[in-house]
């Protein structure tokens, strides 16, 4: 069945494009535990990999972090070893340098998927710039306890599992949910990063 595609259609899309814009969802990340290399969509490469172009291809860990605050990369790099063996979900807050902006305070949310041996093989997450929101503190890398995951855990799982059904999709109709789940994301990790703090 075709989707037609109207005039208001067309501006209610580009309203929820500049919504999402404004509320800080800057990117997401596709990270293959096993090859040690990272995808990235244009807004994640433009800040993790300095470089938009790079959207799409496979970058390998060093190169695929780049971006990240020289402060806050040793820190994070073994948080992030630590997480393969933990429960799946996470979220962290770190600083990036970005080359047109400046430093910059990223949450990032994410998901740890095991193979049928329990083995971590991949990582899937979304990004959102929180540098206007964020109070003075530093950076932090948090983990979900599976067993006593609260609704809001429950729902950003729910969140990342669409998105990744959606990125597999193409056409308009997937663009448009795909901002929708973005912005949905955003809140929900926005809640979780502050209950994380406290």
């Known amino acids: 069945m075709a989707t037609v595609v109207d005039g208001d259609s067309l501006e209610s899309f580009d309203d929820l494009r500049s919504a999402l814009d404004a509320s800080g969802v ?11 290399c990272a995808r990235y969509d244009r807004g994640a490469a433009n800040l993790l990999a300095l470089d938009p172009e790079r959207a799409g291809q496979s970058l390998h860990a060093e190169e695929a972090m780049i971006g990240i605050h020289p402060d806050d990369r040793e820190w994070l790099f073994e948080a992030v070893k630590r997480s393969r063996a933990g429960r799946g979900l996470f979220v ?39 540098t206007e929101s964020r109070e003075e503190s530093g950076g932090f890398f948090a983990e979900a306890d599976t067993e006593a995951r609260t609704p809001l855990d429950r729902a950003a799982a729910s969140l990342l599992d669409a998105r990744k ?30 209950r994380a703090r406290h």
């Open 92 to 130: 962290a807050e770190y600083r990036v340098v970005s080359q047109d902006r400046g430093i910059r305070w990223l949450l990032s949310r994410g998901r740890v998927y095991y193979d049928q041996r329990g083995r971590p093989v991949r990582s899937k997450g979304v990004l959102i710039d929180i």
């Open 165 to 194: 059904a959606l990125d597999e999709a193409a056409g308009e109709a997937s663009n448009h949910l795909r901002l929708i789940l973005d912005l949905a994301l955003f809140e929900v990790g926005a809640h979780l990063a502050r």
């Open 26 to 36: 800057v990117g997401t990340w596709d990270w293959d535990m096993v090859l040690r």
